[in-house]
Nanobody, 119 residues
């Protein structure tokens, strides 16, 4: 089992910055891909950013050039640096771990952290 714990959410004004952290209970080098997803009220959960074990990153178009995902294998932690925040970034942000093992893929989720951007 993999446990993921997010932190770093909060309230910020538009144009501000926040850094989210996701601490894993296992070595993240074992996790094929880790990502940040978000879910706003009344909307579906969507992918924000993804980083593979090889360091490849992928971003939603809406956050490109504003958000940066990174990983620190020594700390078993993945980060999401969010700059130039907009009110539409308001959502609960979830950390995800995507692992291949036992001939199947498994997904693990954190409990979520609220990000609120005021205008």
């Amino acid at each position: 089992q993999v446990q993921l714990v997010e932190s770093g959410g909060g309230l910020v004004q538009a144009g501000g910055s926040l850094r989210l952290s996701c601490a894993a209970s296992v070595s993240i080098s074992r996790i094929n891909a880790m990502g940040w997803y978000r879910q706003a009220p009344g909307k579906q959960r969507e992918l924000v950013a993804l980083i593979t074990s090889g360091g490849t990153t992928n971003y939603a178009d809406s956050v490109k050039d504003r958000f940066t995902i990174s990983r620190d294998n020594a700390k078993n932690t993945v980060y999401l640096q969010m700059n130039s925040l907009r009110p539409e970034d308001t959502a609960v942000y979830y950390c995800n771990g995507h692992i291949y093992g036992g001939l199947r893929w498994s997904d693990y989720w954190g409990q979520g952290t609220q990000v609120t951007v005021s205008s």
